[in-house]
């Protein structure tokens, strides 16, 4: 046999003469090479594709960690602290009420002096250590701590005591890390002095991290005191709100992909349902946003801020995507089911409400908490209703806590990164920890229902 | 929360009618309960219902219009000098409605008696240190003490009304239902009715929602444009707003940034989602799939604010350092190049799950017929399966474009607040989004054309995205009847 | 049965080269063994057609011959399958070039979603067989002659090719196939998703094929094997039963079991 190439054409059909094939399969032709390397290069491009968008994913989900992580702990001073009498007690006769009057600026001068006095027995040195370095070394929410414990328990004025108390977030940041000697040269809120004490005191042990619950259960604080910001309020407020979307979403949901999946004739009526509910969602969020600020707020007079607000918005985002997964779950109900309980002589209603609801239950709730999980994220609507707003009280108890003033956890990690103090952002990144927390959990529940109820048919 | 009492009241009378209903029913056949024409529990709901559904539709009327009612009521009590602009007035209200929250916890406390608190005036210094002392926050301007305390006669008047008139309601339907409850009532029937109302009803609400969304938006725009030429709004190449008057608002800037920040989108989420999405469907091993697919769908999850963080901490500064400086072109760290980065990674999922679901419509008998002629796999993809998927595909991409041009978060973090026209992406430049934001976020003088405009660059967005997704959604049906 | 159509075939049964030398043939399905020990000669220039109640494996054999196979991930096959003394799974084998000489034509009509002209000119396309565009012209041309079609469609080229007549349809794909002049035609069940004046065209043209290539062809109706074929062979359970001339097969059948299908008691 020779080989002839094979780009020559070649005979075809009936009639022509059918020369004996000259090819043997077994040696691959040039062109057959070449078409190989092109599907070789074709396979390529989709591994590359899809290794670009997993190594985006872990990129993103590393740099959250690596920067939210260390939210999570905090860093306290703890050495010995006198509780002067004379500054505490002016008066000296241990009265609450008069001790109450001493305002916690006073209590700055107690852990200022308890620094000094810790470095001067210690023989600690520090090259150009100013007051202001001392004075910045402790929060502002250290003293208030301190007030409050004194005021507390008053057999500690004039005792010397070792409670670990909170530094700023620049002293924070150095023990972390994430504060260089070079940045703290250039940085105005703090000096290289304080970074040498602040690492004097670290090789001492004397600082120390502890696990932050104040990050999770705390109020947000002002720009000056980032190291005590927390997300109490936010928390309380995406909770609020999910409980509203609930509530709401999910049975306007379910009654309507039941009226059009199993009563609603074909008509122009219908037809625009159907229309309407594709289309919302794909309407931006951000619209939405804007359907609330005028028709909630402006027309109804809603508060703003408040968390039933932002829930009735959510609640209009979530709907169309409670729809589409509640009709495709009653359609995945087998016409069989229907047609033996319409044969037993149930009316429609009782065929859906007695058999096809409750077959169809795991595949809604499923749709339902993913629907929620998405209004968990969602950011933009809220801003425009006001939750962006600096609150510091926690909302009351529903029913009057929803029309409280309440922040959101998406919204309260933009609040922070809106901040002129840059340790804001390590507090974002780990809000948006707590937040695919959150959802992490909820997918993780909606996995569970749809393996543990999963039906075939 | 008169509202919530009358709530639990109604309820608790719909569980009565429902037993009397129901026994009425039973005890109308003595216990035979054959003769009757449903079976007794409808006879029971059939009650319930009516007793329930018209006081709950009163309090549901009544809670959303309420605020509106009675602010409007008690403005006319505010003279006329302290109301001068919008402004003042959403803060006088503010302020009334927050005084007259405390005063009545003031009374519900024991600070005040009821009397004191209607009969309380600013030269009342007894009173006011009462409720200095309870923390209680009571405004001494006198039209605003004034204001509150008509706000809380009127509400409380109010209150008694609606608790009236939803008993009497209650009771009404309840009387009406239980004479009609007699053996040959179709009790089923009409329970099944009502249902059906409902269930209409809640599919209205879908309709309701695109209305009340239009509605804002092109009142608002109405009101704008009365204010601001039209022209110089749509072909205004200028973006200079300022509170003080003479902005200048063309949006033709916050367009240019929004495309391009789309376009550069989809340069990265279309190939990378549409090979990715052809390799799982052809390629991929049912292991690799079951790894590869869910983590992709992990990128759908993730809150856009995630995607806004991580441009503006981690992505920015990377492209600004490594790019955007050495090739001298520019130095800040939004650009419409992060930006664009970023949303792309956040289309890469919605391309590729979309675009999987179209290929997989594809039938397998084409593959077949082509494979069967010696075709490659890969020649097979490019000539038969994608020229086959191409209607879908394009859909796809016309539904990831009408994202782009409406997500916020990302460019709000990452593309800046510059409004600008430049061919440069890596300057700094401005979204219609981001001034939606910037226009509507705090507190609003809804009487200047500069937080008016946000309704005007709203309604442009709704519109183009609605256009896309109308267009993209026939285009996939389209797509779809053709396999099915 | 219709003995009419054996006997005006009788002068038709001499010996020719053979095409295709299978033996020891094992097929399965992750754990199903579908087909088990099958060895069969399939001669050049003649119709064979495969017979045998479904799910007998005789689509599946059909399928190992281009190995059409490949694509199911869990199947495996062993054996020898020798086209002109190649082993088609032999490791060196690029299945791509062994499609291009064992053409197949589906089930159902399968057309791309493309024009006729294009539908056609695919394979010739791929494999490089026209340098130019009025020497694919020609390969079009003779395609669809030779798939007795081009009268019917000569006027209409660039419409869509899904746009004809499921008869016309087959013949597309039948073109299809004889464009990239394969030397043998598998086809599986082709008829079976078609109406009876459309199954006797194709029935037809499979005949004057016989001129050019060898072809092979399931069928479930045994009238058509008679009508068609030279050579038949009967499957039963994965099994080879029978195989011989299609007259020796209807008429003087060696096994029960196979007496047993064609008498319409099994199948």
Redesign the interface.
């Known amino acids: 046999m020779t080989d002839v190439p ?2 020559l ?8 003469p ?1 020369a004996p ?1 000259a ?7 040039a ?2 090479r070449r ?2 390397a ?2 070789k290069r ?2 390529l ?6 290794a ?3 190594l ?2 872990v ?2 989900l590393f ?2 960690l690596r ?1 939210g992580s260390s939210a999570f702990v905090q860093t306290y001073a703890k050495i010995p602290m006198t509780i002067e009498a004379s500054i505490v007690d002016p008066q000296g006769n241990r009265d609450p009420a008069q001790m109450a009057k001493v305002l916690t600026t006073s209590y700055g001068k107690i852990l200022q002096d308890s620094l000094a006095r810790y470095l001067d027995d210690n023989d600690i040195v520090v090259e150009g250590l100013g007051d202001k370095d001392i004075q910045g070394f402790f929060s502002a929410q250290g003293r208030a701590d301190m007030r409050q414990a004194v005021l507390a328990d008053p057999s500690l004025v004039g005792q010397v005591v070792e409670v670990p108390v909170l530094t700023t977030s620049r002293v924070d940041g150095m023990f972390k890390g994430r504060v260089s000697r070079e940045s703290a040269a250039v940085d105005a809120r703090t000096s290289v002095a304080q970074y040498d004490l602040a690492m004097a005191l670290a090789e001492r042990g004397d600082l120390q991290t502890r696990f932050n619950w104040d990050f999770v259960t705390g109020t947000d604080s002002s720009d000056t005191r980032p190291e005590s910001a927390g997300l109490g309020v936010a928390i309380i407020g995406s909770f609020y709100m999910m409980l509203i979307v609930l509530v709401l979403a999910l ?2 949901g379910v ?2 992909s ?3 999946e199993e ?2 004739p074909r008509n122009r009526l219908t037809d ?2 159907e229309v ?5 969602a ?10 609330g ?3 909630f707020i ?5 508060p703003r801020s408040a968390p039933i607000v932002g829930g009735l918005v959510l609640t ?1 985002m979530t ?2 995507t409670i ?1 589409i997964s509640t009709r495709a779950a009653l359609r995945a109900v087998p016409p069989s089911i229907r047609d033996a309980a319409l044969g037993v002589g149930a ?1 429609r ?1 009782q065929t859906v409400f007695h058999h096809v609801l409750p077959l169809a239950m795991p595949g809604i709730l499923t749709g339902t908490i993913i629907g929620l ?2 209004a ?5 609507p809220l ?2 209703i ?1 939750m ?1 707003a600096f609150v510091t009280t926690y909302p009351s108890a529903p ?2 806590g929803f029309f409280d003033p309440a922040s959101a956890l ?1 919204v309260q ?2 609040n922070w ?1 809106q901040r002129a103090d840059p340790a804001f ?1 390590e507090r ?2 780990g809000a ?1 920890i707590v ?2 927390a959150f ?1 992490l959990a909820m ?1 993780l529940l909606a996995i569970y229902l749809r393996r543990r109820f999963e039906r075939r048919w | ?1 008169p509202t ?1 009492w009358i709530m639990i009241t109604v309820l608790a009378l719909a569980a009565a009618g429902f037993v009397v209903g129901r026994s009425q029913a039973v005890r109308a056949v003595s216990g035979n309960t054959r003769l009757l024409h449903s079976r007794p529990n409808y006879y029971g709901w059939n009650v319930a219902l009516f007793t329930a559904l018209p006081p709950l539709l009163l309090l549901l009327i009544w809670v ?2 309420q ?2 009612i009675v ?1 409007r009521a008690v403005e006319d009590h505010i003279p006329a000098e302290a109301i001068a602009d919008n402004e003042s007035r959403s803060l006088l209200m503010a302020d009334v409605q927050r005084s007259a929250t405390e005063l009545g916890r003031a009374v519900s406390a024991g600070t005040l008696t009821e009397a004191e608190a209607a009969a309380l005036t600013p030269l009342d210094k007894a009173a006011f240190d009462r409720l200095a002392k309870a923390g209680a926050k009571v405004s001494d301007t006198p039209h605003v003490l004034a204001a509150a305390q008509d706000y809380r006669s009127i509400n409380k008047t109010a209150a008694r009304l609606l608790t009236g008139l939803a008993l009497a309601l209650a009771l009404g339907g309840m009387a009406l239902a239980l004479s009609r409850t007699v053996p040959e009532f179709r009790a ?1 029937n009409v329970v ?1 009715q009502v ?2 109302g ?3 009803l ?6 309701a ?2 209305v ?2 239009v509605l ?2 092109v ?2 725009s109405y009101n704008f444009f009365r204010l601001y030429p039209w022209q110089d709004f749509f072909f205004g190449t200028e973006w200079t707003p300022s509170f003080g008057g003479g902005s200048k608002l063309g949006i033709l800037p916050l367009l240019w940034g929004t495309l391009y920040i789309s376009v550069i989108a989809l340069l990265v989420a279309v ?6 999405a ?3 469907s052809e ?1 991929a091993s049912q292991r690799v799939r079951s790894i ?1 697919k869910p ?2 769908e ?2 759908a ?10 441009a ?3 992505v920015g500064p990377l492209i600004r350092d490594w790019l955007a400086m050495p090739l001298g072109l520019g130095n800040s760290a939004s650009s419409v190049m992060t930006a664009g980065l970023v949303m792309g ?1 956040m289309l ?2 919605f391309v ?1 799950s979309l675009s999987d679901d179209i290929i997989n419509a594809v039938p397998q008998s084409l593959r077949d017929g082509s494979l069967a002629l010696g075709s ?4 097979t ?2 000539q038969v399966v994608l020229p086959a998927a191409l209607p879908g595909i394009v859909g796809a991409v016309l ?1 990831a474009a ?2 782009a ?5 990302i460019v ?2 990452g593309a800046g607040a510059m409004a600008r026209i430049s061919p440069n992406p890596f300057e700094a430049m401005t979204t219609i ?1 981001v001034k ?2 910037g226009q ?3 507190d609003n003088d ?1 009487a200047s054309p500069e937080t008016l405009v ?2 005007a660059l ?1 309604l442009t ?2 519109v183009i ?2 256009g896309l ?2 267009f993209a ?1 026939y285009i996939v049906r389209k797509y779809r009847e053709q396999y099915e | 049965m219709n003995d009419m159509y054996l006997a005006e075939r009788a002068v038709d049964t001499q010996a020719r080269p053979i095409k295709f030398k299978c033996s020891d043939v094992q097929v399965w399905y992750g754990d199903k063994h579908a087909i088990k020990d099958v060895s069969v000669d399939l001669e050049d ?1 003649t119709v064979t057609a495969f017979i045998g109640p479904s799910g007998c494996g005789k689509s599946t054999f059909l399928r190992c011959l281009n190995r059409m196979n490949d694509t199911i991930p869990v199947a495996k096959v062993t054996g020898r399958m020798l ?2 003394g ?1 082993d ?1 799974y ?1 490791r ?3 299945p ?3 499609r291009a ?1 064992v053409g197949m034509v589906f089930q159902k009509p399968n057309p791309f979603p493309k024009s006729i002209y294009d539908n056609v000119a695919y394979g010739p396309k ?6 130019n565009k009025a ?1 694919l012209d ?2 079009v041309e ?2 669809l ?2 798939a007795a079609l081009w009268d019917e469609v000569k006027d209409r080229l660039q419409e869509t090719g899904t746009g004809l007549s499921g008869g016309q349809q087959q013949r597309l794909c039948i073109a299809r196939a ?2 990239t ?1 394969p ?1 043998v035609l598998l086809m599986d069940e082709p008829c079976s998703a078609l109406d009876p004046i459309a199954t006797a065209q194709v029935e037809e043209l499979i005949d ?2 016989r ?2 290539f060898s072809v092979v062809i399931v069928t479930h109706s045994m009238q058509q094997a008679a009508r068609v074929s030279q050579k038949t062979a009967f499957f039963h359970l994965g099994n080879l039963v029978e195989y011989g001339s299609t007259d020796d097969i209807f008429t003087r059948p060696q096994d029960p079991r196979t007496e047993s299908y064609i008498s319409g008691r099994i199948g």
């Open positions: 094979s780009n054409p070649r005979p075809v059909g009936p009639g022509a059918s094939q090819r043997s399969l077994l040696i691959a032709d062109r057959t078409r190989n092109a599907e074709f396979r491009y989709g591994i590359l594709a899809i670009v968008a997993m985006a994913l990129f993103l740099t959250i920067d049975p306007i009654a309507t039941i009226y059009l009563f609603a625009l349902i309407n509910i594709s289309n919302l794909a309407v931006p969020s951000i619209v939405f946003g804007i359907l600020l005028a028709a402006n027309v109804m007079g809603l209009l709907l169309p729809i009316s209603m999980a998405q968990l994220g969602e950011t933009a801003m425009l006001g962006v029913p009057q998406p990690v933009f990164t952002f974002a990144s948006i937040l695919l959802m997918n | 929360m919530f959303l219009a605020p509106a602010a089923r099944e249902v059906r409902v269930l209409i809640c599919s209205l609400i879908a309709i929602t695109t009340g969304i804002s938006l009142f608002e190939p990378i989602g549409l090979f990715a052809v390799y799982m390629y590869v983590a992709i992990v990128l999850g993730i809150p856009t604010i995630v995607y806004g963080l991580f503006l901490v981690t990674m890469i999922p590729s490659t796999p890969s020649e993809i490019r539904l009408s994202r041009i409406g997500e916020t978060m709000v973090l989004t939606i934001v509507l976020t705090g809804f946000a309704f709203g967005l709704f995205t609605l997704n109308v959604l | 220039k086209l002109d190649d088609i032999d060196r084998v690029d791509v070039q062994l000489r791929i494999h490089g067989l026209a340098r020497e020609v390969v003779k395609a002659r030779g004889v464009a002049a030397e004057e094929l001129e050019t």
